[in-house]
């Protein structure tokens, strides 16, 4: 178990570019999560997979941004035409979904600043 | 729509005091609450979950109490050290639905 990784740590772009953050799970967990938190703000939920399969997304997640998890195992979270207001603190979270509840287990997050 | 508050937004004690933060939810109708720490630019760090149908939980030194009745929870760190600077993040589930977090109480240690 070598935790939740998350790639890039910090991304600077120039707004209206396009970036991509990666997100590598708990191998055994079936659940992902990405959550977006800014300054002195609780990370606010953003959407969730189960396996594959993308279970619900936040009013948050404009048409920009988009996510997958195309084998069940890593995700990615894309964001077009990036704003300034995307600036924030992007983390990824995994748990394992079944008998009982597991604690959600959260990676370091990408920071990115959109200039 | 589930809320979840945090009081205090800060606190700063000397080493060694007893604290408890607050969390209080809208809707008592939960599946679950934790409590997370996080240190600067850093991702959340599990401290404690308890079920809805568990009164407290412990682990060393930290002791998470619910009350759902209440739409309340604490969380008592005894004995506080400097290391135990960092921002605490209480999270309520809602049901089969992901977690719905307040924005932390940020806690100092003074040496």
């Known amino acids: 178990d070598t935790g939740v990784s998350q790639d890039p740590r910090h991304k600077i772009t120039k707004r209206g570019q396009n970036v991509t953050f990666r997100c590598d799970p708990i191998s055994e967990h079936n659940r992902l999560y990405w959550y977006r938190q800014t300054l002195g703000q609780g990370p606010e939920f953003l959407t969730y997979f189960q396996n594959e399969a993308q279970l619900e997304k936040s009013r948050l997640l404009s048409d920009r941004f988009s996510a997958e998890r195309p084998k069940g195992s890593f995700s990615t979270l894309e964001i077009q035409r990036t704003e300034q207001g995307d600036s924030a603190m992007y983390l990824c979270?995994?748990?394992?979904?079944?008998?009982?509840?597991?604690?959600?287990?959260f990676g370091n997050g990408t920071r990115l600043t959109v200039t | 729509k589930q809320e979840v508050t945090q009081i205090p937004a800060a606190l700063s004690v000397p080493e060694g005091e007893n604290l408890v933060l607050n969390c209080s939810f809208t809707?008592?109708?939960?599946?679950?609450l934790q409590w997370f720490r996080q240190d600067p630019g850093k991702g959340l760090t599990s401290l404690l979950l308890i079920q809805s149908s568990q009164r407290e939980q412990t682990s060393g030194r930290l002791n998470a109490s619910l009350d759902k009745s209440s739409g309340r929870s604490t969380l008592y760190i005894a004995a506080s050290q400097p290391g135990d600077s960092a921002t605490y993040l209480c999270a309520v589930c809602p049901g089969n639905t992901p977690l719905v977090f307040g924005k932390g109480t940020r806690l100092s240690v003074i040496a």
């Open positions: 809707d008592s109708a939960i599946y679950n």
């Open positions: 979270a995994s748990s394992l979904a079944g008998q009982g509840v597991t604690p959600l287990h």
